[in-house]
């Protein structure tokens, strides 16, 4: 045992098992755990209400093993995370402070000018990867060039062995001596009281904590992994592992979960079980996409100074708040998208597919800008994760080289009968179309008078009629990016950077508030449905190097659009993403030297368009042979 008065700085790594951090500080001395909530500090991404529930709940939890292990976690509330450590730091006469790495915007900005800090008055600062198998400057391709599309990037991962996760927890803490402001979980003010009547129905569903987080992989790879490969496509029930929130909170260890489902998977190998076998490849391949959401944010991070869609910003909008009402509260006239947003706002959780589904729903068929509903998603997920609401953002949004295509529309009916056959998802959640049958419920506007009368269906008045018909919504998506171009090919000045982004204008304006409950005494959370700000909105970058491959239900002109999008995708879109690159990664090189042992080492690849450039464009004409259906989608 050590000598070391350790502060260990607990933030979405809410476990005792498998925690480098908290493990390193228990080798080498006493240790003072702390949480340190700062709303100020996470400005745009301040979580939403479920995501604070859990939070609150995950932190009690944790709070309770640490105190049986010897060790009182310290909750501190604060304005300044800094000034928060530096009075730990004084109170105890900390000679180290550890914590596990984070990869999103505010994380990666606070955490680089704290170790800065820390080291410049002569602590030691030690962090290490709780969260990831692979760390996002470990993977690169052959050039030494960061990938841009998921499969070479995942097959590249494979190759490379995963540290063993540590299973076995310290036993015992010592507790560093000193006295420090701490508050109380109530106090850190998590939860409104005017959330918690509706929060409470969340704790029927789901159980925070690690410990619970265990039981739940433990029961996921008993009992479900093996039927992954068929199940995972249901969009009602627990058809897949139901692991994000605790992923999210670092409940879990990634490491772990990769380890038991690998160890499955050999043991089927072994008995000739193909289905577990490739259920465990699929199961491993979402861990990968997580992975990948880090890797891309990291590697990539003007995706976290403007979030998402760079390539967007000349495309017209249609900033309707009716419209945005309409598709949040499940108004939209199309059962599958309705049912999906009520179960988001019923539960805090959705299957990927309907993920997929509703928010492909906003952007192409409302036209609406993605970051209302990207912020809808961060407000009201369990699992809201920055880096994996932006990769489907952009999945969605044509945004990535192996994602959807912007042309791509997808029709909810026909979606419908794919995924909800029996048409049982969209009865649960809209009572209102319980009774009509399966032949119309995925499309109520096309049925009999008789048969909507026998169902007590009244289109327009217990359930809405389509918001806008498909093949409308179909020609103004291609209107827009028709308009798109045209006004992308008229700002050729990429010096002058004119960029016309109307999301800046829409950014501030009132968009309707989440009401939780409609009780005379509800109110709202002001964090509620706050879009995110663009911040240098001159500096927009487009990242659509994609040639598309036609939608999948055919727009017109496609041809002509095609030669126009690849006539447009021009070159100097590259000098933005070396700018963001580079000053990533000065940040990056900065972050390097200030620590006094490992952290975030600079993927020097990034740092020049032309580097930045080759790769892009080897993998857009990669992509050109690549399957479409699938990466993130699937
Ligand atoms: C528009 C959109 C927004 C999304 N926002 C989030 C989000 O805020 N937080 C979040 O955790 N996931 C998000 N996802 C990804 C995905 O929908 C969820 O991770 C998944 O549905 C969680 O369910 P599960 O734990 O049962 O997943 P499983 O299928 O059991 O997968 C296991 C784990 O792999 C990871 N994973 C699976 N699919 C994906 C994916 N497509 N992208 C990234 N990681 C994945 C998750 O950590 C998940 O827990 C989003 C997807 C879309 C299309």
Request: hydrophobic share 35%.
């Amino acid at each position: 045992m050590g000598c070391n008065r350790t502060i260990v700085w607990f933030r979405r790594d809410l476990r005792i098992e498998d925690n480098p951090a908290l493990a390193a500080a228990a080798r080498e001395g006493s240790v003072l755990p702390v949480y340190i909530w700062c709303p100020t500090e996470e400005g745009q991404f301040y979580p939403g209400r479920v995501s604070r529930w859990w939070l609150k709940h995950s932190l009690a939890h944790l709070s309770q093993s640490l105190k049986s292990l010897g060790a009182e976690l310290v909750l501190i509330k604060t304005h300044s995370t800094l000034a928060a450590l530096l009075e730990c730091i004084n109170a105890i006469q900390a000679t180290k402070v550890v914590f596990n790495h984070l990869y999103d915007p505010v994380s990666l900005v606070r955490d680089h000018n704290i170790k800065g800090t820390l080291v410049e008055i002569g602590l030691s600062v030690q962090s290490y990867n709780g969260d990831l198998l692979y760390e996002p400057w470990e993977i690169y391709d052959e050039m030494g060039h960061a990938f841009t599309t998921f499969e070479p990037f995942w097959n590249r991962c494979l190759q490379k062995q995963v540290a063993a996760a540590s299973l076995i927890p310290p036993w015992q803490l010592i507790p560093a001596k000193g006295a420090v402001k701490k508050c109380s979980i109530e106090e850190l003010e998590l939860e409104d009281e005017l959330e918690k009547s509706s929060n409470a129905l969340l704790g029927r569903a789901w159980s925070p904590g690690w410990s619970n987080a265990d039981k739940a992989l433990t029961e996921f790879i008993e009992h479900h992994l093996l039927h992954y490969l068929k199940n995972r496509l249901k969009v009602g029930g627990d058809s897949t592992s139901l692991l994000s929130p605790y992923l999210h909170f670092g409940e879990l260890s990634a490491r772990k979960v990769f380890q038991l489902a690998r160890m499955k998977q050999i043991l089927w190998a072994n008995e000739g079980n193909i289905t577990g076998e490739q259920s465990v490849t699929l199961f491993l391949r979402a861990l990968g996409l997580r992975e990948y959401s880090r890797y891309l944010c990291f590697n990539f991070p003007f995706t976290h100074e403007r979030p998402l869609l760079g390539n967007l910003r000349f495309f017209p909008w249609n900033s309707d708040l009716a419209n945005f009402k309409a598709w949040r509260q499940g108004r939209t006239g199309y059962p599958l998208v309705d049912a999906g947003m009520r179960e988001l706002w019923a539960t805090g959780w959705i299957h990927n597919r309907i993920r997929v589904i509703v928010s492909s729903f906003a952007v192409k068929f409302l036209l609406l800008p993605w970051r209302w509903g990207m912020k809808y998603f961060w407000d009201t997920l369990l699992d809201a994760d920055l880096e994996c609401d932006i990769l489907g953002w952009q999945y969605i949004s044509g945004s990535l080289p192996d994602g959807h295509e912007l042309e791509r529309m997808d029709n909810p009916e026909i979606q419908g009968v794919k995924f909800d056959p029996e048409g049982e998802y969209v009865r649960h959640w809209l009572p209102e179309l319980a009774r009509m049958p399966t032949e119309w419920i995925h499309h109520p506007w096309d049925a009999p008078l008789t048969v909507l009368r026998a169902a007590g269906v009244e289109l327009g008045l217990n359930y809405p009629k389509p918001i806008i018909e498909v093949d409308l919504a179909r020609q103004r998506l291609t209107e827009a990016i028709f308009k798109m171009w045209e006004t992308e090919a008229g700002s050729s000045d990429e010096t002058n950077e004119v960029v016309v982004d109307n999301t800046n204008v829409v950014q501030n304006s009132a968009i309707p508030k989440v009401v939780l409950k409609k009780t005379p005494c509800a109110s709202i959370s002001s964090n509620d449905q706050k879009v995110p700000t663009l911040q240098n909105p001159k500096n927009v970058v487009s990242l659509d190097k994609k040639r598309s491959k036609g939608m999948e239900e055919g727009v017109q002109n496609q041809s002509s659009l095609q030669n126009h999008k690849n006539d447009a995708e021009v070159s100097s879109n590259d000098q933005g993403m070396c700018s963001t690159s580079e000053s990533s990664s000065s940040k990056k090189q900065k972050s390097a030297t200030c620590a006094s042992t490992c952290t975030f080492s600079v993927p020097q690849q990034c740092s020049s368009s032309s580097e930045l450039k080759r790769p892009w464009q080897e993998q857009i004409d990669m992509e050109q042979s690549s399957s479409k259906d699938g990466t993130i989608g699937s």
